[in-house]
């Protein structure tokens, strides 16, 4: 549309723009009512407000209408109305949907106030042409109402729009939206402009700008609909534009609202959690903002009950400013701070309320005074400050501050409440974070407790280990390891797992690792030591059964989930034969002297605590220096990573390191096992891992030949004589000649209780290690008894003479049968023979 051809529909743009306007709530009633609706229909406001808005419709609502309104959309049409003195008019209406603050639908209704001046209801205005009088009004409107050309270029503007722009119409008429705005703000706006031009079709467009005559920015909603041509064709647009901006600051509070429930809370860390609430504020509400807490709550302890009054020390624990740096803290991180009784959160703190201040705050001047330096670097700054106090389950945790200094407007009761709510919702979070520290830090402290403080001194195999806890936000699992000697100086490999994270876990793992080595202690096998202690997680479940009812929600979850799983590894370094068993568990890895690393075949077994299941044991003979890896899944399964993928990655991080000076493909062995337990986890673990791990690591030794004789005895009295006699001979090549005389008692001693109660075939060996181990074995698995024998007994004294003689003595299963075996302490240990391969 030219310029010039403005001027012909010049009385169609002004019967435009003189418009009456009335709003309807979603029920239909009328809540606003505009002064040339009331020249329009003869209704003044007191008679129409608060009645129903179909009763002016003198046919009805329009389908197309009723449409529009069940969809929520914009409308536009003719419709018939009465007019109060019993006239019917046709009037040309607009409806657009606007939401409220609660986000209910609004309709505000448009229409050309001219259609209704046949009459002018003043007589002075009798003499005034209907042109003439859209123009006055137009001139006069206090709205923001704008007309544009199809080229979007200034044409009319109101008194209203004149005056939010600060220029008049003359200077703006003819010029496009952008060359006369220079403002990227209004990018947006220009933009919907055009679409109305090229669509037809009317919109509501809402922007938060700020105009030229005000010191702020604004939200505005602004209602454009297209002014057409009878042929259909588009020749401007008229916009009229609404401050919305207290629904747009209800609906931004509701924002903030609704992402502080997702975002503050999400660990179950104090101090993220602080930082959370302190990070929500910026720069939304505040342009900075602190968390302080009491120190009791910071490190997990009981928070303060009731109002705090007086003097208050808190730690400061988050803080977040708009801009980085730009207000440096008076309070570091971490630090305690000290705040007199008429201090502002004092204050909040004694009275348990949210408080407003400002410069105009007495206290702030008295605080000034008191503490020069902070005033000048921090109070001064800040032309408005709330404080928050954070209260959860009627307890004090602390107090949280918000300040501005670039926002140009101060806190208003709105901004209060708001604080209110956000403090409340973190307050909340940061008591459970603090419950669960508190718990954390038992059941990790439990957990250490009943790890092993020191692996055993023995010869069998070199270990290293480690124990990582889970993170903050899972809390502490219930994974152990266990090393544990067994005589014949065999050697136990233990590494479990408890379902669960917790105190009851920790719980649940040192009653486990207890029964473990009690089942150890009599020398059970692999595959019969799972099936026991598959009954003792059974019975464990089955007694807490009870318990579980008079327990909390939260609690019962726990108690009931009683379950684990297991490896449990048995190395002989005579026989260099390791027995292996797994109830649920991860299979070990093994790595040979040559470099190889694979996964050992050991029979799968089902978790913990099923009942009634037998679990296979394999025997895997090991060269001298083997590396035997035995870990938790955690080490090797994680949300992010495949299951498979970690299990290669462990592969690989056990594979020795190779020589760069020696043969190529040559491994090197001497890596200490302390190094490849860091080497594994650094290439394994993110920095905070999901899940608790234990990590096992044990380095095979062998016995030299030269240290186990061994004598296959018939089931004859005679041998017994015999038996002493290359028994004496052995301790002479040994150097142990002052052990000959026990040694020559506990062997007669075991080899006669073997003719007499055992059965054939019958073995007598000796093993020279840490101690000197004297072993008698026969066919028979019946149990002998320690008794005490009575005065003219002729037997019976035989294990008592054997337990009074030995450090150490007992009996074990065998396949074929049982060994009875005794120990005797050496003076030194003689461990330069063990070989621990090449």
Same mark, same amino acid.
């Not at 029979?603 to 090991?622: M, Q, S, T, Y």
């Not at 337990?803 to 050496?826: C, M, S, V, Y």
């Given at each position: 549309?030219?310029?010039?051809?403005?001027?012909?529909?010049?009385?169609?743009?002004?019967?435009?723009?003189?418009?009456?306007?009335?709003?309807?709530?979603?029920?239909?009633?009328?809540?606003?009512?505009?002064?040339?609706?009331?020249?329009?229909?003869?209704?003044?406001?007191?008679?129409?407000?608060?009645?129903?808005?179909?009763?002016?419709?003198?046919?009805?609502?329009?389908?197309?209408?009723?449409?529009?309104?069940?969809?929520?959309?914009?409308?536009?049409?003719?419709?018939?109305?009465?007019?109060?003195?019993?006239?019917?008019?046709?009037?040309?209406?607009?409806?657009?949907?606007?939401?409220?603050?609660?986000?209910?639908?609004?309709?505000?209704?448009?229409?050309?106030?001219?259609?209704?001046?046949?009459?002018?209801?003043?007589?002075?205005?009798?003499?005034?042409?209907?042109?003439?009088?859209?123009?006055?009004?137009?001139?006069?409107?206090?709205?923001?109402?704008?007309?544009?050309?199809?080229?979007?270029?200034?044409?009319?503007?109101?008194?209203?729009?004149?005056?939010?722009?600060?220029?008049?119409?003359?200077?703006?008429?003819?010029?496009?939206?952008?060359?006369?705005?220079?403002?990227?703000?209004?990018?947006?706006?220009?933009?919907?402009?055009?679409?109305?031009?090229?669509?037809?079709?009317?919109?509501?467009?809402?922007?938060?700008?700020?105009?030229?005559?005000?010191?702020?920015?604004?939200?505005?909603?602004?209602?454009?609909?297209?002014?057409?041509?009878?042929?259909?064709?588009?020749?401007?647009?008229?916009?009229?534009?609404?401050?919305?901006?207290?629904?747009?600051?209800?609906?931004?509070?509701?924002?903030?609202?609704?992402?502080?429930?997702?975002?503050?809370?999400?660990?179950?860390?104090?101090?993220?959690?602080?930082?959370?609430?302190?990070?929500?504020?910026?720069?939304?509400?505040?342009?900075?903002?602190?968390?302080?807490?009491?120190?009791?709550?910071?490190?997990?302890?009981?928070?303060?009950?009731?109002?705090?009054?007086?003097?208050?020390?808190?730690?400061?624990?988050?803080?977040?400013?708009?801009?980085?740096?730009?207000?440096?803290?008076?309070?570091?991180?971490?630090?305690?701070?000290?705040?007199?009784?008429?201090?502002?959160?004092?204050?909040?703190?004694?009275?348990?309320?949210?408080?407003?201040?400002?410069?105009?705050?007495?206290?702030?001047?008295?605080?000034?005074?008191?503490?020069?330096?902070?005033?000048?670097?921090?109070?001064?700054?800040?032309?408005?400050?709330?404080?928050?106090?954070?209260?959860?389950?009627?307890?004090?945790?602390?107090?949280?501050?918000?300040?501005?200094?670039?926002?140009?407007?101060?806190?208003?009761?709105?901004?209060?409440?708001?604080?209110?709510?956000?403090?409340?919702?973190?307050?909340?979070?940061?008591?459970?974070?603090?419950?669960?520290?508190?718990?954390?830090?038992?059941?990790?402290?439990?957990?250490?407790?009943?790890?092993?403080?020191?692996?055993?001194?023995?010869?069998?195999?070199?270990?290293?280990?480690?124990?990582?806890?889970?993170?903050?936000?899972?809390?502490?699992?219930?994974?152990?390891?266990?090393?544990?000697?067994?005589?014949?100086?065999?050697?136990?490999?233990?590494?479990?797992?408890?379902?669960?994270?917790?105190?009851?876990?920790?719980?649940?793992?040192?009653?486990?690792?207890?029964?473990?080595?009690?089942?150890?202690?009599?020398?059970?096998?692999?595959?019969?030591?799972?099936?026991?202690?598959?009954?003792?997680?059974?019975?464990?479940?089955?007694?807490?059964?009870?318990?579980?009812?008079?327990?909390?929600?939260?609690?019962?979850?726990?108690?009931?989930?009683?379950?684990?799983?297991?490896?449990?590894?048995?190395?002989?370094?005579?026989?260099?034969?390791?027995?292996?068993?797994?109830?649920?568990?991860?299979?070990?890895?093994?790595?040979?002297?040559?470099?190889?690393?694979?996964?050992?075949?050991?029979?799968?077994?089902?978790? @913990? !605590?099923?009942? *009634? /299941?037998?679990?296979? +044991?394999?025997?895997? $003979? #090991?060269?001298?220096?083997? &590396?035997?890896?035995?870990?938790?899944?955690?080490?090797?399964?994680?949300?992010?990573?495949?299951?498979?993928?970690?299990?290669?990655?462990?592969?690989?991080?056990?594979?020795?390191?190779?020589?760069?000076?020696?043969?190529?493909?040559?491994?090197?062995?001497?890596?200490?096992?302390?190094?490849?337990?860091?080497?594994?986890?650094?290439?394994?673990?993110?920095?905070?891992?999901?899940?608790?791990?234990?990590?096992?690591?044990?380095?095979?030794?062998?016995?030299?030949?030269?240290?186990?004789?061994?004598?296959?005895?018939?089931?004859?009295?005679?041998?017994?004589?015999?038996?002493?006699?290359?028994?004496?001979?052995? @301790? !002479?090549?040994? *150097? /142990?000649?002052?052990? +000959?005389?026990?040694? $020559? #008692?506990?062997?007669?001693? &075991?080899?006669?209780?073997?003719?007499?109660?055992?059965?054939?075939?019958?073995?007598?060996?000796?093993?020279?290690?840490?101690?000197?181990?004297?072993?008698?074995?026969?066919?028979?698995?019946?149990?002998?008894?320690?008794?005490?024998?009575?005065?003219?007994?002729?037997?019976?004294?035989?294990?008592?003479?054997?337990?009074?003689?030995?450090?150490?003595?007992?009996?074990?299963?065998?396949?074929?049968?049982?060994?009875?075996?005794?120990?005797?302490?050496?003076?030194?240990?003689?461990?330069?023979?063990?070989?621990?391969?090449?």
């Amino acid at each position: 549309m030219t310029m010039e051809a403005c001027d012909p529909i010049i009385d169609d743009l002004l019967g435009v723009v003189n418009t009456a306007t009335a709003a309807v709530d979603p029920h239909g009633i009328i809540t606003a009512w505009s002064a040339p609706a009331y020249q329009l229909l003869g209704y003044s406001p007191d008679e129409i407000v608060g009645k129903l808005g179909i009763g002016l419709l003198a046919t009805g609502v329009p389908g197309p209408a009723r449409r529009a309104v069940a969809d929520q959309r914009g409308w536009s049409g003719k419709v018939a109305v009465r007019h109060r003195d019993g006239r019917q008019l046709d009037i040309v209406l607009c409806a657009y949907p606007l939401r409220d603050a609660a986000g209910r639908i609004q309709w505000f209704l448009v229409a050309p106030a001219a259609a209704g001046y046949a009459d002018p209801p003043d007589d002075s205005f009798g003499h005034v042409g209907d042109r003439t009088i859209v123009e006055w009004g137009f001139r006069q409107a206090e709205l923001f109402i704008v007309i544009y050309d199809s080229q979007t270029r200034f044409w009319r503007l109101s008194a209203g729009a004149k005056s939010m722009l600060g220029l008049d119409e003359t200077d703006l008429r003819g010029r496009p939206f952008m060359e006369a705005l220079r403002n990227p703000s209004y990018e947006g706006f220009a933009e919907q402009l055009r679409q109305v031009v090229e669509t037809g079709r009317s919109v509501v467009y809402e922007n938060y700008v700020r105009v030229p005559s005000e010191p702020r920015d604004h939200a505005w909603a602004t209602s454009m609909s297209p002014i057409k041509a009878p042929d259909g064709r588009v020749l401007g647009v008229f916009a009229a534009a609404f401050d919305v901006s207290e629904q747009y600051w209800a609906r931004q509070r509701l924002a903030l609202l609704d992402d502080a429930s997702s975002r503050i809370g999400s660990t179950l860390d104090v101090t993220r959690t602080a930082q959370e609430l302190a990070d929500m504020a910026i720069p939304t509400l505040a342009d900075w903002a602190s968390v302080d807490l009491l120190d009791s709550v910071y490190h997990g302890g009981e928070p303060a009950p009731g109002p705090l009054a007086g003097q208050v020390t808190l730690r400061r624990v988050a803080h977040h400013c708009v801009v980085d740096g730009e207000l440096d803290a008076v309070v570091s991180l971490g630090e305690l701070c000290v705040y007199p009784d008429f201090s502002l959160p004092a204050r909040c703190l004694a009275t348990g309320q949210p408080m407003l201040s400002g410069t105009a705050d007495p206290d702030a001047a008295r605080r000034a005074a008191a503490d020069p330096v902070r005033a000048t670097a921090s109070q001064h700054a800040f032309h408005s400050v709330m404080a928050v106090p954070l209260r959860a389950r009627g307890a004090t945790l602390g107090v949280a501050l918000f300040g501005r200094h670039r926002h140009a407007e101060s806190f208003r009761r709105d901004d209060l409440v708001l604080a209110e709510e956000l403090g409340s919702r973190a307050a909340i979070s940061i008591d459970n974070a603090r419950r669960y520290t508190r718990e954390r830090t038992t059941a990790l402290a439990l957990q250490r407790s009943l790890l092993p403080q020191r692996l055993p001194e023995q010869t069998a195999v070199e270990v290293a280990s480690r124990y990582l806890p889970a993170s903050s936000q899972v809390g502490v699992g219930g994974d152990w390891y266990d090393v544990i000697a067994m005589s014949g100086t065999r050697v136990a490999l233990v590494v479990g797992d408890v379902v669960g994270h917790g105190v009851h876990a920790a719980a649940t793992m040192g009653r486990l690792r207890t029964a473990v080595r009690t089942l150890i202690d009599i020398d059970l096998y692999p595959g019969e030591l799972l099936t026991r202690l598959d009954d003792v997680v059974a019975r464990l479940a089955a007694d807490h059964d009870g318990v579980a009812g008079n327990t909390a929600p939260l609690e019962q979850e726990a108690v009931n989930d009683i379950g684990a799983t297991c490896l449990c590894a048995v190395y002989d370094p005579v026989s260099r034969v390791c027995t292996l068993a797994r109830a649920g568990h991860l299979q070990p890895v093994l790595v040979t002297p040559d470099g190889t690393a694979a996964f050992l075949d050991v029979p799968a077994g089902p978790p @913990l !605590g099923l009942g *009634g /299941l037998l679990f296979e +044991a394999a025997e895997v $003979e #090991l060269p001298a220096g083997s &590396l035997l890896a035995l870990y938790t899944d955690g080490l090797v399964e994680s949300r992010d990573r495949d299951i498979d993928v970690g299990l290669e990655a462990l592969c690989a991080a056990l594979a020795p390191l190779r020589s760069g000076n020696g043969p190529p493909g040559q491994p090197v062995l001497s890596s200490s096992l302390e190094a490849i337990c860091d080497r594994v986890l650094d290439a394994l673990l993110p920095e905070h891992p999901a899940d608790d791990v234990a990590l096992l690591l044990a380095r095979t030794r062998a016995l030299d030949a030269s240290q186990v004789a061994s004598w296959d005895l018939p089931a004859d009295p005679a041998v017994v004589a015999h038996v002493r006699a290359g028994v004496l001979r052995t @301790l !002479g090549v040994w *150097g /142990l000649a002052e052990a +000959a005389s026990t040694t $020559e #008692l506990l062997v007669s001693e &075991l080899v006669t209780n073997a003719i007499r109660h055992g059965r054939a075939p019958i073995q007598v060996r000796l093993i020279r290690d840490t101690a000197l181990i004297c072993e008698v074995s026969d066919a028979s698995r019946a149990a002998p008894h320690l008794c005490h024998a009575r005065t003219f007994d002729e037997s019976g004294r035989g294990l008592f003479l054997v337990a009074q003689l030995a450090a150490r003595w007992g009996t074990r299963q065998t396949r074929d049968g049982k060994i009875i075996w005794a120990e005797q302490a050496l003076a030194a240990a003689p461990r330069g023979e063990v070989r621990e391969g090449t």
